[in-house]
Antibody, heavy 120, light 108 residues
Framework: EVQLVESGGGLVQPGRSLTLSCTASGFSFDYYAMHWVRQVPGKGLEWVSGISWNSNSLTYADSVEGRFTISRDNSKNSIYLQMNSLTAEDTALYFC?????????????WGQGTQVTVSS | ENVLTQSPGTLSLSPGERATLSCRASQSVSAGYLAWYQQKPGQGPRLLIYGTSNRATGIPDRFSGGGSGTDFTLTISRLEPEDFAVYYCQQYDNPPWTFGQGTKVEIK
């Protein structure tokens, strides 16, 4: 089955760190660029970060630049999002998403998400 | 960044009716680089439309997209029970890639 499964979310205190994982199955993972998108209830979807198939290109939203780091391990069919200096504004449901093979930045496969709650 | 505004916020319709959803961009989206997604509770979004009017794999032909420049629409010709969900537009013309805030299509 073609799918993405996120993990690693949870409750974390402000200022602390957390690392999310996303594991792919059912397709040639190392062929695709992958992204993280988050969703705050009532505020829609926000693109967070993206990584090319070979990790040569890393991109970030301004809101997380310098605090979040995206990476991947093609041998494990996985991407990661290391999140440092977390604030309440980072509270959201985090999705990983596969970029379409056309190379354009729309997303043709999504996981179910992992919840991150930043609170003391 | 290109801000996308969707309207209406909620659309109350009956099965079999036609749904028309709007997405307006604060800046022109060149070459029609606009996508639409459907999201149901507890699920990640599902790609419906890309390039303004191209249906993604497996999407039924009752879904259609149109528009250009700053104004785009998603039309569902005849609502099926499984179509009641939240719909988002997304531009991929210029980074950061941005989404609208969503339109909820609910059963009247």
């Amino acid at each position: 089955e073609v799918q993405l499964v996120e993990s690693g979310g949870g409750l974390v205190q402000p200022g602390r760190s957390l690392t999310l994982s996303c594991t792919a199955s059912g397709f040639s993972f190392d062929y695709y660029a992958m992204h993280w998108v988050r969703q705050v209830p009532g505020k829609g979807l926000e693109w967070v970060s993206g990584i090319s198939w070979n990790s040569n290109s890393l991109t970030y939203a301004d809101s997380v630049e310098g605090r979040f780091t995206i990476s991947r391990d093609n041998s494990k069919n996985s991407i990661y999002l290391q999140m440092n200096s977390l604030t309440a504004e980072d509270t959201a449901l985090y999705f990983c998403a596969r970029r379409h093979t056309t190379g354009f930045f729309y997303f043709d496969l999504w996981g179910q998400g992992t919840q991150v709650t930043v609170s003391s | 960044e290109n801000v996308l505004t969707q309207s209406p916020g909620t659309l109350s319709l009956s099965p079999g009716e036609r749904a028309t959803l709007s997405c307006r961009a604060s800046q022109s989206v060149s070459a029609g680089y606009l996508a639409w997604y459907q999201q149901k509770p507890g699920q990640g979004p599902r790609l419906l439309i890309y390039g303004t009017s191209n249906r993604a794999t497996g999407i039924p032909d009752r879904f259609s997209g149109g528009g250009s420049g700053t104004d785009f629409t998603l039309t569902i010709s005849r609502l099926e029970p499984e179509d009641f969900a939240v719909y988002y537009c997304q531009q991929y013309d210029n980074p950061p890639w941005t989404f609208g805030q969503g339109t909820k299509v609910e059963i009247k």
